[in-house]
Structures are given as C-alpha cells and as structure tokens.
C-alpha cells in the first residue's frame, strides 16, 4: 500500500501537471528553443562532455537530446525530491554516469568541487533574485571549462513580479 502523497507533493504535482500542458501545447515555444539547444549540442558533440543542468525538472525535454549526445557525465540540480525522481526515470539508460543533486542552484555550485563542460539551465534563473542571479552566473563561470558554452532558456520579470 502506497502513502498518500503530502500537501507539498501534491501541490508540485498539480503544478507540474499544468506546466505540461503548457509545453504540449507549445505556448511557451519550448519545441523551437530546445531544437536550438540541440543544434548547438549536437555541434560540441565530437567528444564525450560533462553537463550540468541547473534547474532540471523531470528533465522531460531535454531526455531525447542527451540520448543523443555522447556526454562523459550528466549532473542535474533541482530543489524538488519529486521532479528529481521524476527525471530519474524520464533518463533512465543515459549512457553516461548520472548524478542527482537535491539542492537550490546557488548552493549546489557554491559547495561542489565539479566543473564542466556545458552548464544548462531552463526556465529556472527567473525564480531567483536580482542579487542570486548574478551570484549563480558567477558561479557558473567558475564551473565552467574553458570555452564552455552557458546555455540559458529563461523569461524576465520586473523587480517585484
């Protein structure tokens, strides 16, 4: 017998229920800014890469472009235990070591030691505050390889929204 889900979970889920159809529906152009991402991707593709994605969700549209890469590790951060399982599953046999990292963006790049090759992060950055902002893409800087590319989907908001 399963537990009944908490209030939290099922207010994420509710949620993230609702942010689907938002994505099936193509209201927020996630098939043209993701091809894009795939484009520029697929041209680093010529050795193994290391990925962070920042904010991955359930990680449900970026899963058919990492299994077309050839990634040497893929690293995912996000806040939700429930979107953190949920992408487990949606990268489930990504053929590269996996690791899940429950943790607020800033934090997780202020205490880990990694770096990479590509820092992702979508529609994630606009949860943050003006000052968070700027301390994560420092932070990015400093994770990131030489040369390596920071790829970022986001929306603005004016101060206060």
Known sequence: ???PPTAATQF????????????????????ELYAEVESLLMSLNDAPFRLL???CGDASSFAPILRKLKLAAYDGVDL??????LAARNLEGLA????WHEADLLAYLN?????YDVIFSSFALHHLSP???QA???????????GGPLLLIDVARDEGQ
């Open 1 to 3: 017998m399963s537990t």
């Open 111 to 115: 205490r880990t030691a990694a770096d």
């Open 136 to 146: 994560t893409l420092t932070a990015c800087r400093q994770h990131l390889a030489p």
């Open 80 to 85: 939700s235990a429930v979107a953190l399982e």
């Open 53 to 55: 994605d920042l904010g």
């Open 131 to 133: 000052a968070d902002k």
């Open 96 to 99: 590269c070591p996996v690791q």
């Open 12 to 31: 994420f889920v509710d949620s993230w229920n609702v942010y689907h159809q938002l994505v099936a529906h193509n209201h927020m152009f996630h098939r």
